[in-house]
């Protein structure tokens, strides 16, 4: 291959050919739309499940444990393809007559439903078992300390337990927005239109005379735009994580004490502190 391939203006040129850059851009928007909304989804849905796995009921601890473990490690296409042909044609055909007009055309699509639900079952499954650790990182004697209080156990869950076992994983959460944002990428094979699809839309029409633009464009050098496009978003989400990261230790950081060890002592540092 030509070293100077990559680098070549010629094979640049499609980029700013007619609307190309926008409509990869409109693509990509697709795909943040989508994982915004199964990550809101798979964060309500998995706290339930989180709860439901620590539960006291074995029942619910089993059934929740079961159904964690089954979709979590199922591979991701499998779920996908699972729903699109699973789902039957009446939901389909309903949801694409009563889906509202002012989502976006993406949304309009009846195979959506099949990846919101692959998406959203899947990293359910993932951020439950994030949360339940995050949940069991936190002391002993902080449930000890809230049933000392009178607090019932659910009381105590969602007063003392629940605020800091979850901002304990908020890192590990946006890790998984991360995972999430590049697995939106797979319902293309869906024929969802979003930034993969676009792309090739972009290979197969620049270089045709027929829609005026009659400017090749490369294949490697679309998806180099495309997997660009997936790196830039993911590393400003990743310096978010470390910021979050950062921020929990400096919260979690305790000043050193000073030894006590007599009346002396005692008295001095009360009287230092005046």
Known sequence: MDPYYFIDPDNWRWLLAGSNAMFLLKGFLVNLQIALL????SMIIGLGLA?????????????????????RNLPLVFILLYFFLGLPNWIKSSYADNAPQFLPDAFQEPQI??????????????IAEIMRAGINSLERGQGEAAAALGLTYWKSMRLVILPQGLRRMVPATVSQLITLTKDTSLISILAISELVRHGRIVVGTSDNPFVGLNVPAPILHV??????MFVLFNLLLSLLSRRLEVRERRMLATTEMQAVTGLEDQVALQTSTR
């Open 38 to 41: 199964c990550m809101a989804l």
């Open 223 to 228: 998806f180099l735009v495309v997997g660009a």
């Open 113 to 126: 439903i099949a990846a919101i639900l692959g998406l959203t079952i899947y990293n359910s499954a993932v």
């Open 51 to 71: 709860l439901a796995r620590i539960a006291r009921n074995p029942v619910a601890s089993g059934a929740a444990g079961l159904w964690i473990d089954a979709w």
